[in-house]
């Protein structure tokens, strides 16, 4: 099982970092320490995850087998239609409330609400979909390569 997690994992991590800005800054390699106040923060377009979503990648590339951070700022009635990611995935909500569930099925009574604070783990290739009402900032990490797919290609925000 974990081997065939991994080979799809593989097959779309390139397809959906493709798809994803990187930050005009330059991403953080490791060297020394960082920090940044969010005034810092270099917001960019996240097409792949909802329209007038923003992306700032802290620490990257996203698309490399290293470690990773970055920050999603989602809008008020947010969907995030059912998907899958090639890596886990920590995410805390930094500000607003996330409502976040497990499932191929995109159901909202099945949905917790995380406050700022709230944490999530999900592991890799595990289908998740969730919302917002309100704006909601997020800080997602792990260790790439990172990328989303939508269980159903017509949910893509990309491809509409």
Same mark, same amino acid.
């Given at each position: 099982m974990?081997?065939?997690?991994?080979?799809?994992?593989?097959?779309?991590?390139?397809?959906?970092?493709?798809?994803?800005?990187?930050?005009?800054?330059?991403?953080?390699?490791?060297?020394?320490?960082?920090? $940044? !106040?969010?005034? &810092?923060?270099?917001?960019k377009?996240?097409? +792949? %995850?909802? *329209?007038?979503?923003?992306?700032?990648?802290?620490?990257?590339?996203?698309?490399?087998?290293?470690?990773?951070?970055?920050?999603?700022?989602?809008?008020?009635?947010?969907?995030?239609?059912?998907?899958?990611?090639?890596?886990?995935?920590?995410?805390?909500?930094?500000?607003?409330?996330?409502?976040?569930?497990?499932?191929?099925?995109?159901? $909202? !009574?099945?949905? &917790?609400?995380?406050?700022p604070?709230?944490? +999530? %783990?999900? *592991?890799?290739?595990?289908?998740?979909?969730?919302?917002?009402?309100?704006?909601?900032?997020?800080?997602?990490?792990?260790?790439?390569?990172?990328?989303?797919k939508?269980?159903?290609?017509?949910d893509?925000?990309?491809?509409?």
């Amino acid at each position: 099982m974990r081997k065939r997690s991994i080979l799809i994992a593989i097959s779309f991590a390139g397809a959906t970092i493709a798809a994803l800005p990187v930050a005009a800054q330059t991403v953080y390699s490791g060297d020394g320490h960082l920090l $940044l !106040s969010p005034s &810092q923060l270099t917001w960019k377009d996240a097409p +792949a %995850v909802e *329209p007038g979503a923003k992306i700032d990648v802290i620490e990257g590339p996203l698309d490399q087998a290293v470690p990773f951070t970055f920050r999603l700022s989602l809008p008020a009635n947010a969907k995030i239609a059912p998907h899958v990611h090639p890596a886990f995935e920590r995410v805390t909500v930094l500000s607003g409330t996330f409502h976040f569930a497990q499932g191929d099925t995109y159901d $909202l !009574s099945r949905t &917790q609400a995380l406050g700022p604070g709230g944490v +999530a %783990v999900m *592991p890799a290739c595990t289908p998740m979909f969730g919302y917002t009402i309100e704006a909601t900032v997020i800080q997602l990490h792990g260790i790439g390569p990172w990328g989303i797919k939508y269980l159903n290609p017509a949910d893509d925000p990309r491809k509409k």
